[in-house]
């Protein structure tokens, strides 16, 4: 059983920042690539940034410059610092990560419950 947790949210004035952050548990074997993807009412779910088991990074063209992907990989946690941030920036975020579990050879999808951000005018 593996779980992800996400914390960080709240509100902020615009261009304030926040950090996010999604910590997995339970019976990891080994973890790929992570992701934050946000939902705005209305909106479909939008890939905000992505790093690979590599380290390497991509981001959405709306958030370059502003937000930083990073990961531990000892705590099995990812960040997302979010700076400058602006009320389009109002959404649902979301972690996922592709994890293999101690019980399988298989890598899967894995997704946090997600957190609330939400930014003023």
């Known amino acids: 059983q593996v779980q992800l947790v996400e914390s960080g949210g709240g509100l902020v004035q615009a261009g304030g920042s926040l950090r996010l952050s999604c910590a997995a548990s339970g019976s990891i074997f080994s973890i790929g690539a992570m992701g934050w993807y946000r939902q705005a009412p209305g909106k479909q779910r939008e890939l905000v940034a992505g790093?690979?088991?590599?380290?390497?990074?991509n981001y959405a063209d709306s958030v370059k410059g502003r937000f930083t992907m990073s990961r531990d990989n000892a705590k099995n946690t990812v960040y997302l610092q979010m700076n400058s941030l602006n009320p389009e920036d109002t959404a649902v975020y979301s972690c996922k990560m592709t994890i293999r579990t101690s019980a399988s050879i298989w890598f899967r999808d894995y997704w946090g419950q997600g957190t609330q951000v939400t930014v003023s005018s």
């Open positions: 790093i690979s088991s590599s380290d390497n990074r």
